[in-house]
């Protein structure tokens, strides 16, 4: 995943984060045309502990909180602030734990959860 993100992008880490396991980088790309696209903020979170089915779905959730923040306070860095309300921002969640369902419920309950957390703070997000 880095290695395909080094490609495409400058990366600069961002020191920033709450959790151990949690990445942030400034990515910026290239200019085109003379004109250089508007960076991004890339929050990459690994989440090692078991879950179980149950409990995906309010992990996710917990997750996206802890991410969100991460990202605002990346934000407060004078390496990003400088671009002002320009950059924009992607999370990438990585839940390493084995779960005894079908790939199809747990796209479910991620694309449930993730609308429902759009829903809730749509407005912060």
Known sequence: ELGTLQRLYNLQRIHKEVRPTSQIYLAT???VSGKAPAP???MRAVYLSRVSTDAFSQCITD???VA???VEHAMLDPRVA???PTVTSRVFLHF????DCTLESVEQRIFDTISSHLGHR????
């Open 122 to 125: 749509g407005s912060d997000v």
């Open 82 to 84: 400088k671009f002002g």
């Open 29 to 31: 790309q290239p200019m």
């Open 40 to 42: 991004e903020l890339l």
């Open 96 to 99: 390493l734990s084995e779960m």
């Open 63 to 65: 997750s996206l909180d």
């Open 68 to 70: 969100l923040e991460e």
